[in-house]
């Protein structure tokens, strides 16, 4: 489905990014994630990045941006059940607590 030259594009451009240590903010971690379920991309490496990138975020993950992050915990147990997202789920609390 879709357009896989433009998709191998995009995967590749992401790869760029994290092949030069760039942090994602977290309206890029938002597009990201909802690219990267919506094709069921499980590339570790840009996974690994994305999870790495919200860790790195010292403000307080936006409401506006919730979504998405809380889809990627179920998409990540489901695909990479040995990783421990503890954290990474921990970044979500205040966004929860509002959501909810």
């Known amino acids: 489905m879709g357009n896989p030259e433009l998709y191998k594009a995009l995967d590749k451009r992401i790869e760029s990014f994290i092949d030069n240590k760039e942090i994602f903010d977290y309206p890029t971690l938002f597009n990201t994630i909802y690219y990267m379920m919506f094709r069921e991309n499980t590339s570790e490496k840009i996974w690994a990045h994305l999870i790495e990138s919200t860790l790195q975020e010292d403000d307080i993950l936006p409401l506006t941006y ?9 998409f990540l147990q489901h695909h990479f ?7 990474y789920v921990d970044k979500f609390y205040y966004a929860e607590r509002y959501f909810n």
């Open 66 to 74: 919730y979504k998405p992050f809380k889809y990627s915990r179920f």
């Open 81 to 87: 059940p040995k990783w421990d997202i503890d954290e």
